[in-house]
């Protein structure tokens, strides 16, 4: 019934950048919190950043400030991730979520109610 689907994946040289999608269906998209996560080949799972339901606020991890940024348009249920100089150790699969609410800090995987299958970014140098 909700479907995230993550697209925009791929090979990319240190430096470049890329520009990731995640379609929403099955849900009131704007009631939903969007957020992006990564996670490398022997790591945890990650945050990389959050917009709000109307995408008036957003809030990165540190080591993406200053060169991504998300963004979601609301008449096309789709949130996105901007990256800019991409570095070799942000080399990981990508997964979009949706939450409707916060109990915790919204970096919590467990805050989010849906999840997409991830799609691939890697950084090569």
């Known amino acids: 019934q909700v479907q995230l689907v993550e697209s925009g994946g791929g090979l990319v040289q240190a430096g470049g950048s890329l520009r990731l999608s995640c379609a929403a269906s099955?849900?009131?998209?704007?009631?939903?919190?969007m957020g992006w996560f990564r996670q490398a080949p022997g790591k945890e799972r990650e945050f990389v950043a959050v917009v709000s339901w109307s995408g008036g606020g957003t809030y990165y991890a540190h080591s993406v400030k200053g060169r991504f940024t998300i963004s979601r348009d609301n008449t096309k249920n789709t949130v996105y991730l901007q990256m800019n100089s991409l570095k070799v150790e942000d080399t990981a699969v990508y997964y979009c979520a949706a939450g409707s609410r916060w109990r915790a800090s919204p970096i919590l995987g467990s805050q989010y109610d849906y999840w997409g299958r991830g799609t691939q970014v890697t950084v090569s140098s």
């Open positions: 099955g849900l009131t998209f704007s009631n939903y919190a």
